[in-house]
């Protein structure tokens, strides 16, 4: 149980000599992230939606046209892929990347992929408009420092049991390293709770927006693992007062290479950001 | 991961010789908890809001008349306390009731109080309109017996590290006694992070009223520990489909003799309930 | 992380103005537990055994001759069951504890088992001669209160989720009872990992000992929930510094009523007991 | 709750369509790692100790020399140091390896450090014995799978959060790339307690043992946080079947760079391995 009053606000951060860049303190307004004209972070709620995995040109297309079409602004898909198994599908890599290029230049969305490994770095950086650090590497440290040497966008997810403050140090790794275009993303927890993938933290949003001036968004797929729990979730994130969402879509989830039970259709795609639209007015948002 | 379909949708629900009443498929239609006129589960948010604990005449009578100004219908407060060390302010007890009857009596609000033992059943009964089972008796079994025999609705909050399956098994001690006006509550659940006092757990309320036909409302007072999350929270759980919310409010939280961390100041409370008002119109609730 | 001086061993422990009983501040010596001249907590490792429930005469005597021969000292036996479901196997209540009694007049074992309700007190405390409060009821505090003012040994279970802190405090409303026969039981936590039923805690134990000077014993049943780990975990627990060990035997683990795939056959009890002798004697205790 | 029968012994092993390399099916006997004569593996128990950092000649031959005057037969150090925070100290890189090769040469211990980039790849293995994959990177599967490529043993350290299919997934990456010498560690896991800095998890150990024929070891030092509980969980370790032990001993813990809660000093240290001598005696090992 903790604070009451706003000196009281940093229970959970341990003081250190040189003052951590991500904190409010160390800086006097809210960063917001450009990714070509698209701000993150501002008044405007961003989605970014598209597959888990690139799986073929047709598949990108057709995900990238419809996602736009309801409205989102920026396109995800994996083409390096982290998977608990090694026979799991790993990715198109790659061919994968290239593929991203070719949705961005049809469709006009940006583009967010993951960059697993620093050797990759240049070949996903010529690719994508945002770099994602997965939740498996949050405390990837030399991955980290290298991906704070890029002067492109990054998104960094929460890992599965990591600390808000482990979470701000990682993102102070990147920060630190020079890049100051930082996105954040709760994407559930580990828990004890096995009726769903994971547990969505959604206290994390305000506790983070407390303590940082970097952007939060919010991951309901992967924070539920069902479909059908995305657009409840997705509209409590805008409630809450995320900065955006990163939602996995998939015209045909049955048959998707990876994540499907945690897919939307376009067409409840579609309704979602019809309901978070007014939930957004709601809350002061666009 | 689980479910596509709608036929996988109950991973963690093992079956039972009988069928339990809990869930959907023993009933056809939602149930609707009636409280004096009140109805939770219908189409209208219900909020639930007090102190902590009842502390003296004054400060009850003046927090009943502010929440039921700013729109709250039943008005909580706990005589009977269940506090972690032996030494902490226990509750005023058989006092605490006959407050909670006066500001019954001066404001017209329906009453919600915990019951902590089965020997006070007839007490408490005498003076409230709801029967509240508290978190660390969620799997007090034969507490759960002797109010599953009593005609009176009651609001059984989820223990602190139940699975859902576990809490809606606790759910069917009730409804086996006889008592279907069962009014489940989302309160936070115990986990690594400890920047918050628990973790609240809104994937719980679309994953419960998938499986159930109960009503679910949400506390983010304890789902948070902190007053400055709480009107967030609401919103969120509002957003997610939350039936109703319970809320500590305080005039003066410093000086509260519980839970005032998490405590809303009268004000705050109102400009909350118009937040939440915004937010249940955008969902298509009232 | 921790201390690494003595003046810092109690990171967890909040001040509280009165000394709590249950610290070593507040005694100068061990406590060692008296059951009819069984010393719990002493130099003596202390073995329960027996079912998870009472089932039958004849179940009950076989099970407790065998697990005297191979060296218990105290049977344990399930007479109120606290079941998840209400519809599993509830205890066979009075009759099971009739049956405790002709198995302690046969074998001249002592008795431990559970008490569920203040209401059942008195017919508990009749036949057994150690109280057991389970897992579920650690913070029923009016059971607590209630047992605290018994003059009986009480075995005090941790709870699913209770962190040391809340253990000891729970300890603490019995001692303030006027009870200080307490022994502590460490019975696993709930984690993320579901490949065993609970994680054993084997830190608890030295940890417990260090502020505490109340017994403390270790049930690898529950522990760990498959019956082939729990003569490892018993010999860790041994290891680790335990006072005793809470086991459940059955002689037909497969027809058992309850927790079969936790139970131990009485030859696999008989194994097990040799290999801790072993283990007690390298760490110099009998 | 879980199996009963051998044939039910793997409830959390999903099938896939290869045989997995790591599972006891694929293999008909116990895999003994060999490092310089050392079997890790087999009837001895093996012990690496040493410093959390190199920091200095003088901090590691002292501390080398005690550890094997003690009986270790492998010393341990980090000379690239995954740090949460980016400001504190981040091991001594590669002048940390050459000091690790004069320890080596100066005592004849054999040398265990951990590699967090694959990029570092063969300087590490330049210097080093075993290759330590740290819990971080469990899931870096980039990383697992250069090392996978090396024809070095591997010490691979359980995630904070992985349960323990995940965890075999993980050596699954190192067998698939070919390199069969793996070790697995059990470190402690993250669980909501928090008076010690993770929990060991000793059920980890029967548990892998009966599905895998890998080595397990446990580091009590990471598993506890405390150095005056590591002796007793060490006992525990080995009266639970671990075949080894990495431990964290530093001369003057009270300065040490990094981790001196949980450092043990040298006569501690040699205090500990008596004991657990004659612990491993009792359940049948050296």
Chains 1, 2, 3, 4 share one sequence.
Not at 51 to 62: H, T
Not at 129 to 144: A, E, H, K, P, W
């Amino acid at each position: 149980m903790k604070d009451v009053t706003i000196s009281e606000v940093e229970p959970f951060i341990k003081t250190d000599p040189p003052v951590r860049l991500v904190l409010r303190r160390a800086k006097d307004r809210e960063t917001v992230v450009d990714v070509k004209g698209i701000e993150i972070g501002g008044r405007e709620i961003v989605v970014m939606a598209g597959p888990c995995a690139v799986e073929s040109e047709e598949q990108l297309l057709s995900i990238a046209r419809a996602v736009k079409a309801s409205g989102a602004r920026i396109l995800r898909g994996g083409a390096f892929k982290p998977r608990t198994s090694p026979y799991s599908f790993q990715g198109l890599k790659e061919e994968g990347l290239k593929l991203l290029d070719l949705a961005r230049t049809e469709t006009g969305l940006a583009v967010v992929t993951e960059v697993m490994d620093a050797r990759h770095l240049d070949v996903v950086c010529a690719h994508t408009d945002i770099l994602q650090v997965g939740s498996r590497n949050m405390q990837n440290f030399t991955l980290l420092e290298e991906v704070g040497k890029c002067r492109k966008p990054v998104l960094l997810k929460r890992g599965m049991s990591a600390t808000l403050d482990e979470y701000l140090q990682a993102a102070e790794y990147l920060m630190k390293g020079g890049n100051d275009q930082v996105i954040l993303c709760e994407r559930g927890i580990r828990t004890f709770e096995t009726s769903t993938r994971n547990t969505l933290d959604l206290n994390a949003v305000p506790m983070l927006k407390r303590h940082t001036h970097l952007p939060v968004i919010v991951d309901p797929s992967h924070g539920t693992g069902h479909w059908w729990m995305v657009p409840r979730l997705a509209s409590a994130a805008i409630a809450v007062g995320a900065d955006g969402l990163l939602v996995e879509v998939h015209c045909h989830p049955e048959s998707a290479l990876s994540d499907g039970q945690q897919s939307l259709t376009p067409p409840d795609f579609d309704r979602m950001m019809k309901t978070i639209r007014a939930v957004a007015a709601a809350v002061g948002r666009q």
